[in-house]
Nanobody, 125 residues
């Protein structure tokens, strides 16, 4: 089981950018598909982006062209670069790991066993 710690959240104006980081310990992310999910206030948690072990990616439609997921296997860290942020991106963002996940990466929460505590992102209009 890998431990995941997110950072980089905060308050930003619409149109701004943030980069979220997910630092892993207790295991190597090279054996994991890594994903980002988010939970807007009062709503269910939803898929945002994922990157498979071979670098393949998938994105939720509303973030395509604005968000980029990447992984640094040396630093054992996953990133989510978020550009052109919108108020509807306001949510708590969670990092998750899917041990030996499939190709392409899963977009389903139930595929991910290891989760971080999340980091808050607030986008003001």
């Amino acid at each position: 089981q890998v431990q995941l710690v997110e950072s980089g959240g905060g308050l930003v104006q619409a149109g701004g950018s943030l980069r979220l980081s997910c630092a892993a310990s207790g295991g190597s992310i090279t054996t994991y598909t890594m994903g980002w999910f988010r939970q807007p206030p009062g709503e269910e948690r939803e898929f945002v982006a994922a990157v498979s072990r071979n670098g393949g990616t998938d994105y939720e439609d509303s973030v395509k062209g604005r968000f980029t997921i990447s992984r640094d296997n040396v630093q054992n860290t996953v990133y989510l670069q978020m550009n052109n942020l919108k108020p509807e991106d306001t949510a708590r963002y969670y990092c998750a790991g899917d041990y030996f996940g499939p190709f392409p990466p899963s977009t389903l929460q139930d595929s991910y066993y290891d989760w971080g505590q999340g980091t808050e992102v607030t986008v003001s209009s």
